[in-house]
């Protein structure tokens, strides 16, 4: 993450500072009094969401971590229909949610060679 990675800095404290930053930005644009799913990787790192959890407690928000399996299904779905999404080229980034300018198609679609003689 630049510039923490142009710095002699220890792995584990660059991790450290990522996490405090994302936390710290998510906190942020939360409204109060609001209940918030955490899936995929994120759901998976407890320091992550047990700071998270205390900065969103400061504005009387929620913060719920489902089960491992309940998690990755529900991450794993979206990533099926982003993909979807982007074979459709329909805009897969929506602005109202990235906070962009613009709805924006993300992703590549990598197709296998075709095979001579077919």
């Given at each position: 993450?630049?510039?923490?990675?142009?710095?002699?800095?220890?792995?584990?404290?660059?991790?450290?500072?990522?996490?405090?930053?994302?936390?710290?930005?998510?906190?942020?644009?939360?409204?109060?009094?609001?209940c918030l799913l955490v899936t995929g990787?994120?759901?998976?790192?407890?320091?992550?969401?047990?700071?998270?959890?205390?900065?969103?407690?400061?504005?009387?928000?929620?913060?719920?971590?489902?089960?491992?399996?309940?998690?990755?299904?529900?991450?794993?779905?979206?990533?099926?229909?982003?993909?979807?999404?982007?074979?459709?080229?329909?805009?897969?980034?929506?602005?109202?949610?990235?906070?962009?300018?613009t709805d924006t198609i993300g992703g590549?679609?990598?197709?296998?060679?075709?095979?001579?003689?077919?």
């Amino acid at each position: 993450i630049y510039p923490l990675d142009q710095m002699e800095i220890e792995p584990r404290d660059i991790l450290r500072s990522y996490i405090e930053f994302a936390s710290d930005e998510i906190a942020r644009t939360i409204r109060s009094n609001t209940c918030l799913l955490v899936t995929g990787g994120g759901a998976h790192h407890r320091y992550f969401t047990e700071l998270l959890s205390g900065k969103l407690a400061k504005k009387k928000s929620m913060l719920t971590v489902p089960e491992n399996v309940i998690a990755d299904y529900k991450e794993s779905i979206l990533m099926a229909y982003a993909g979807l999404l982007r074979l459709e080229n329909i805009p897969n980034f929506i602005s109202e949610a990235t906070g962009a300018k613009t709805d924006t198609i993300g992703g590549a679609v990598y197709l296998p060679p075709l095979k001579s003689g077919i």
